[in-house]
């Protein structure tokens, strides 16, 4: 009846008392804050504890969607939180989240007993301990794995729930993993990015990068340990949470982050730091066996795949037949490991949507569109958008016509409007200026798909502040909101990227204000287009020509 109690974890009789007690502990904690038998100042870590923010106009709930995977049945249940404690919507974020923009503080126990039944919960998203873990979204149907990430995702996941000895850190700590080959996690700018690689002998292993991440002070990680046995994930991880958690500074939060203290002590120092805290523990009581391995990995197993010849011929006619379907499959259908089928993406960057926004509504018809399509299963993307991994060829055409009437077949992934933003500044209390309408007027100013396609490869994020939850470091082109005299600005960088080649972006000059960021954006391509050789992608050209000649071109037509 429930396709997902055999294609992803099921919690356990530990897993479900501990979230439920967690529940109840939270029930009464907000009562006696009601009550005011706690002050705001009790209050606080307790509520962040459990996802609970106090945003500009609200309290915001983000709930935690490990590693990125949901059963139709949970997506059932978040549209129905949205419908009966929201504003009917949700917001999907770059950590593969869900957060909730407008519930009332009183009913936010009633939210995780909700989401307690469906094994989901809002613990360890936010606050200083240690995040939800991100994986690949295509992970177990990529050809370019060397393994299924999952079940090492699911490890690092119930090692790191509840850690209590990692759950008062410095600051919050971001772990991403992936066993592809193709980067699509963003790796090199989280706290620990952890690959899975094979050595020569052909054993499983991890390739360990730690010390990146954006904000104030964008790093690009350093690898640590080239190769590290499987079986020692854990006491590494705790080797290097340790070496934080001892070393990292408490008297500044603008500091705090794993990244600064690799930074100080360098790259090399702090490998040494992690190897000596690492020989007191290798083969101590968090060594992972095979066993282990094998149990976590029976959760994952593959869904019951037809056995197709190869690629459809009905689909590849379909493709020839029709402009906009071709259009679509171009843009947001990926190959699939299993002959016959595909990978699809759900584009949640229609123009006029805030970009990773879904409504009630739409969550429960993807939902019923999973459970015909993809084995009742999804996964959502950490560039905002939502992911079927296992559709046949065949039903390709008929997919694509339901999720247009839906409004989540923009054939623009990987195009200038499929753009990362954060809340900013229409919710976040941090943001120093919106990011939502600078978006869509970019969304707006670019609406010809022609003209994208044209255009290109090219990743355009924005963030509301330095904080930097739109990643605009690593955008082809970024847009940072900044407070200029109380006035809402926009600061500008292009050649930035993520994946195997990450590298941040540079500032091109005094910022700008909102009404002129889509000529800014504008000129930026048009120097694009008059520059780049042929199939050269956007941050191809900048990196060969310098950042000069866009600057050039965007100042002198601001000067008139």
Not at 178 to 195: E, F, K, N, P
Not at 347 to 363: A, N, R
Not at 415 to 429: A, E, K, M, Q, R
Request: aromatic share 10%; hydrophobic share 40%; glycine share 8%.
């Amino acid at each position: 009846m429930l396709f997902y109690r055999s294609v992803m974890y099921r919690y356990d009789s530990f897993d479900q008392r501990l979230v439920d007690e967690r529940v109840a502990q939270y029930r009464d904690q907000t009562r006696r804050y009601l009550a005011g038998d706690l002050t705001e100042d009790d209050f606080r870590p307790l509520r962040l504890q459990n996802g609970l923010y106090i945003q500009k106009y609200a309290p915001m709930l983000r709930i935690s969607i490990p590693y990125g995977l949901l059963s139709t049945l949970q997506l059932r249940t978040l549209a129905r939180i949205g419908r009966k404690y929201d504003r009917s919507y949700g917001h999907f974020t770059t950590r593969q989240n869900i957060q909730f923009n407008w519930p009332k503080l009183e009913d936010v126990p009633d939210i995780l007993a909700e989401l307690a039944a469906v094994e989901m919960h809002a613990i360890q998203t936010s606050g200083n301990c240690i995040r939800n873990i991100t994986s690949d979204h295509f992970a177990g149907v990529a050809g370019d794995e060397v393994a299924d990430p999952r079940p090492y995702s699911e490890l690092v996941r119930q090692w790191a729930a509840l850690h209590p000895e990692f759950a008062y850190l410095p600051r919050k700590f971001k772990i991403a993993i992936t066993a592809a080959t193709t980067d699509r996690t963003a790796l090199l700018v989280h706290d620990i990015g952890l690959q899975i690689v094979r050595n020569d002998a052909g054993e499983i292993g991890f390739r360990v990068i730690v010390g990146g991440g954006m904000g104030r002070t964008p790093i690009i990680g350093h690898v640590i340990r080239e190769f590290l046995p499987r079986a020692e994930i854990l006491n590494y991880l705790d080797a290097i949470l340790r070496v934080y958690n001892r070393y990292g500074r408490r008297d500044n939060k603008y500091k705090a982050r794993v990244k600064i203290l690799v930074k100080d002590r360098t790259p090399e120092v702090f490998a040494r730091d992690v190897e000596e805290e690492w020989s007191h523990q290798r083969g101590g009581p968090a060594t992972v066996p095979d066993e282990e391995i094998e149990r976590l990995a029976a959760h994952f197993p593959a869904p019951s795949y037809d056995v197709l010849a190869g690629d459809d011929p009905t689909y590849k006619s379909e493709l020839a037949d029709n402009r906009a379907f071709s259009n679509w499959a171009k843009r947001n259908v990926h190959s699939h490991k299993v002959a016959g089928y595909a990978i699809v993406t759900l584009s949640l960057k229609k123009t006029g949507v805030p970009p990773g926004d879904v409504t009630s509504d739409q969550m429960d018809a993807i939902a019923d569109l999973a459970d015909h399509y993809s084995f009742g299963e999804l996964r959502v993307s950490h560039e905002q958008n939502l992911i079927f991994a296992d559709v046949r060829q065949a039903d390709l055409f008929a997919l694509w016509t339901e999720l247009k009437a839906l409004g989540v077949a923009t054939p623009n992934i990987g195009l200038l409007t499929n753009i990362v933003c954060c809340p900013g500044g229409d919710f976040c209390s941090l943001a120093n200026a919106k990011s939502i309408p600078i978006a869509e007027a970019i969304q707006r100013r670019f609406d010809d798909l022609d003209y994208l396609h044209d255009i290109g490869e090219l990743d355009l994020n924005i963030s509301g502040c330095m904080n930097a939850c739109g990643h605009h470091h690593v955008g082809h082109i970024g847009i940072l909101g900044v407070d200029k005299n109380g006035a809402e600005w926009y600061q500008v960088s292009i050649g930035g990227s993520q994946g195997n080649d990450a590298a941040l972006g540079k500032v091109i000059g005094p910022s700008f204000a909102a009404h002129q960021m889509p000529d800014v954006i504008s000129r930026l391509i048009d120097t694009y287009i008059d520059n780049r050789h042929e199939d050269e992608a956007f941050v191809d050209t900048v990196h060969r020509i310098g950042i000069e000649p866009f600057k050039e071109r965007v100042y002198a037509a601001a000067a008139h």
